[in-house]
């Protein structure tokens, strides 16, 4: 049975500061891995999707990274703002046929002006 | 403008009352998904459906029941078998598998 953990449950950091957030999972035969956010109350917004045959993805600041051996994957942060607090939540997909995502708890950013 | 909608935002339930949250989706999506979200948790399954008039149970199913007589609805009844069904109820769906998931806004479920 897959399980996804993130580490730490909440991070706070200044603005400005680069930073990584982590995802493992315990089955690495995945088809993809996912980051999404999440504002207080709100539904989720998709950041990035790696295919299981790919080692990164970037869109502007955001880096994520997949080493499916390890299973890690990381979320990379660059030039923190105010405007990235939120929680963070790492998804995988099992097969390509698979409609379930298992998800980590996630983790709650903060960014202190 | 295409999207994911959900209603009510806030539901309030007494005990041992049955309450349908909706969802409607205008981006032709085939497969749509119900997901249910506890504080400092992740989000766990409880049905989908990858076509009109199919559905199957997720991981936490029990307690709950859908349908899906159209492609662009797929409502959500919590219902008074469902033990502790207080929490934050997301929908969402997605073209093809392999496709990233797109969520809708979110209900906010609170029994009395």
């Known amino acids: 049975k897959q399980e996804v953990t993130q580490i730490p449950a909440a991070l706070s950091v200044p603005e400005g500061e680069n930073l990584v957030l982590n995802c493992s999972f315990t089955d690495s035969a995945i088809y993809n891995l996912q980051w999404f956010r999440q504002d207080p109350g709100k539904g989720l917004t998709s950041l990035l999707l790696i295919q299981s045959s790919q080692r990164e993805q970037t869109s502007g600041r955001l880096n994520a990274s997949l080493d499916k051996s390890s299973g890690r994957s990381t979320l990379y942060i660059a030039a923190s703002q105010p405007g990235d607090s939120a929680t963070y939540l790492c998804a995988v997909q099992g097969t390509v046929g698979a409609q379930k995502l298992v998800f980590g708890q996630g983790t709650r950013l903060t960014i202190n002006p | 403008d295409g999207g994911i909608t959900q209603s009510p935002k806030y539901l309030f339930r007494k005990e041992g009352q049955n309450v349908t949250l909706s969802c409607e989706q205008n981006l032709n999506h085939d497969a749509m998904y119900w997901y249910r979200q506890d504080p400092g948790q992740g989000l766990r399954l409880i049905y989908y459906s990858q076509i009109v008039n199919d559905f199957q149970k997720g991981d936490i199913a029990e307690g709950y029941s859908v349908s899906r007589e159209k492609k662009e609805s797929f409502p959500l009844t919590v219902t008074s078998a469902q033990k502790n069904p207080t929490a934050f109820y997301l929908c969402?769906?997605?073209?093809?598998?392999?496709?990233?998931?797109?969520f809708g806004p979110g209900t906010r479920l609170t029994v009395l």
């Open positions: 969402a769906s997605r073209m093809d598998s392999g496709d990233t998931q797109y």
